[in-house]
Structure formats: structure tokens, C-alpha cells
């Protein structure tokens, strides 16, 4: 059986070539020099050949310089200025997120170039882009509002909190099921796994306010929240309080309704409501407080048979709030660094 000369490296091919031709040129036959290397004799003729006509150089390894990229590096420069922080959509595409295929085509119109879809894996790979899930912002955000709200309105709210010696509060509510699954798990390819979950549904929605400071509230409550719920709510968390709030929430009809405004006028300056910018729930450091709670609760330990979905959320929310540290590390996000005392 004669050797694969494509299965060994080129250093070894190199010397093998070298003593080769040594040997054939001390008057060793070609044949039994290209048997002794278990190569087919053509090859010892062949490299015989080529080092009379070129001389030893012939012998060398060389690397192989490949075909060349249908790209310039300048082009992929550019592709990577067209899809770096950019949308599909922007260039006449239906789809909106960024694909081998949607990139390919964009090649194609620009540079009337076609390549395959492992030349485009390729090129990504190299312009130093993967695939990733993307976070969901809604299009109606309105960025002048949040720079305004950063630059100008929160600063305005804490030097007025400051001079009142007031405390800020962000407040936020979220649902909860036992149900849900957060998170990942390790399994074998190809066979997904089974996690096991009550088989009775249990809902339960909670309501918290967070402090830059340490401070955390919470209330548990069953269904959707209405404005009279809301106020409910608003008079547990100012109970016994001493210090005037600044409560900043977002634009939930729950929050504009006029018994709210109502109530808010009865406190007679001890509660006032700032509303975020729509559509800007990053602004919030109280949504860092629900992801905390979503990734290291029932998502992690499911509840038990007869367990009930409320203490274990109850207890949970307890440790946050006997936890100040960990209250102060939701306001370390880049998302919510604008926060300050000012």
C-alpha cells in the first residue's frame, strides 16, 4: 500500500524529497528509492526532474498561498461599518436581523460579488462579529427624552431630594409564575431536557421601590394593578414614614389615574411621582431587581409538591430587602450609572 505524500507535513515531505534525491544520485535505483519511502516510483522520477532543472530550491516546501479572497480588505472594512450597529432594514431588507444570507445579499448589491455561505462565516469571523442575541428596545423610544432625562431631569430631582433631605425611590411591579422556566441547563445534543414543574398554575405579582442608598420595599399582590390598588400600595410603602419620597415610575395608565393624583395632592408634598421616558424600562434600576429575582428563584428551584408559589417569593424578596449591599449593586449597571445623590 503506497503512502499519502497529502498526509504528512511539510517539514517531513521536505527531508524525505532531499534524501531522495541524495540517494538517486549516489546511483540508487529510483524505484527502490520511492519503495524504501512507501511512495509510487513516479515520485522519485518526479523530483528527480525537478531538482536537475531547478536545483535544490525545487526541493523546498513551500506554503501554499490559497485562492485569493473575492474581498479586498478595504470592502470588508466597509461591510463591517454597514452592519456594525446598523439594522437590515436601513438597506431595503424585509428582515431585521443580520444573517449569513441577508449578508451575502448585501455583498452582492454592493460589489456585485456572490460568495458562499462559509466565505461570509468566514469574513465575519475575521471582522471579529458573532452571533448574538440581540436586547429588545422598543421603537418608540424617544433618545432626545432620555438624554434629557439623564442630563437634566434626575439631577434636578436629587438636588431638589438633597435640599429637602428626602429620600429617592425607583418603584417598579412584575408578575410571576411557578411555571416558568429562566435560565439554561446542560443536556446531550440533540435530546432536550425535561424539567420538572408543578402541574398546578400559580400567579402572583409583586410591586417594589429601590433606594441607591440600600433601602428596598416590596408588596406581593394578586392580578393586574389598577389605579386603587396602586394607592393602596403607595400608602403601605408611606406608612410610618418619616422622610418626604420622590418615587420615580414609569408611564403605566395604573399610575396616571386621578385617584392617584388625588392621593399624591393629599400627602401635601411627603410623596411626589416622576415619571420616566416611555418605552425606557433600562432607566430603572428596580427592573435589575426583578432579573435577580427571575434568575435565583423558582427558575432555579422549582417548587415542591403542595408548595405555594407566594412565601417562596415573599422570602425571597425579604432577603433583597435585609440585604443592602446587594440593593446598592443594582445601581452599579452601566444602564442606570447616571444615578446619583448629586
Do not use: C
Amino acid at each position: 500500500m503506497k503512502r499519502d505524500g497529502r498526509a504528512l507535513a511539510h517539514n517531513i515531505l521536505e527531508e524525505m524529497r532531499t534524501l531522495a534525491v541524495q540517494r538517486m544520485a549516489e546511483g540508487e535505483h529510483p524505484n527502490e528509492v520511492a519503495a524504501s519511502f512507501g511512495m509510487h516510483r513516479s515520485w522519485a522520477y518526479k523530483i528527480r526532474a525537478q531538482a536537475s532543472a531547478h536545483g535544490a530550491q525545487a526541493l523546498r516546501s513551500t506554503k501554499g498561498t490559497g485562492r485569493p479572497r473575492a474581498l479586498t480588505p478595504a470592502q470588508e472594512q466597509r461591510v463591517l461599518r454597514w452592519i456594525n450597529g446598523r439594522n437590515p432594514t436601513q438597506y431595503g431588507f424585509d428582515f431585521g436581523l443580520w444573517t449569513r444570507n441577508v449578508v451575502r445579499e448585501l455583498v452582492q448589491q454592493k460589489f456585485d460579488v456572490t460568495l458562499s455561505l462559509a466565505s461570509i462565516g468566514a469574513m465575519l469571523a475575521r471582522l471579529d462579529l458573532t452571533p448574538q442575541k440581540p436586547l429588545q428596545r422598543a421603537y418608540q423610544r424617544d433618545p432626545e427624552a432620555i438624554e434629557r432625562w439623564q442630563r437634566e431631569t434626575y439631577p434636578a430631582i436629587a438636588i431638589q431630594a438633597r435640599v429637602e433631605n428626602s429620600d429617592i425611590f425607583f418603584w417598579d411591579e412584575s408578575g410571576f409564575r411557578a411555571d416558568s422556566v429562566h435560565g439554561r441547563t446542560w443536556a446531550q445534543r440533540g435530546e432536550t431536557p425535561v424539567v420538572d414543574r408543578p402541574g398546578q398554575r400559580q400567579g402572583l405579582s409583586a410591586a417594589s421601590a429601590v433606594n441607591s442608598k440600600g433601602a428596598f420595599w416590596f408588596a406581593t399582590y394578586e392580578g393586574g394593578l389598577s389605579g386603587e390598588l396602586f394607592v393602596t400600595l403607595l400608602r403601605k410603602l408611606m406608612f410610618r414614614r418619616r422622610k418626604a419620597v420622590h418615587l420615580i415610575v414609569d408611564g403605566l395608565p395604573a399610575h396616571k389615574k386621578a385617584v392617584v393624583r388625588d392621593y399624591v395632592s393629599s400627602t401635601q408634598g411627603k410623596l411626589t411621582l416622576h415619571f420616566l421616558p416611555g418605552y425606557a424600562p433600562d432607566l430603572n434600576p428596580d427592573e435589575l431587581v426583578w432579573s435577580h429575582v427571575k434568575r435565583t428563584g423558582v427558575a432555579r428551584r422549582p417548587l415542591q409538591s403542595g408548595e405555594k408559589l407566594g412565601p417562596r417569593i415573599h422570602e425571597q424578596l425579604a432577603q433583597i430587602e435585609r440585604n443592602p449591599r446587594l440593593v446598592r449593586s443594582f445601581f452599579k449597571h452601566p444602564s442606570v450609572s447616571y444615578i446619583s445623590d448629586w
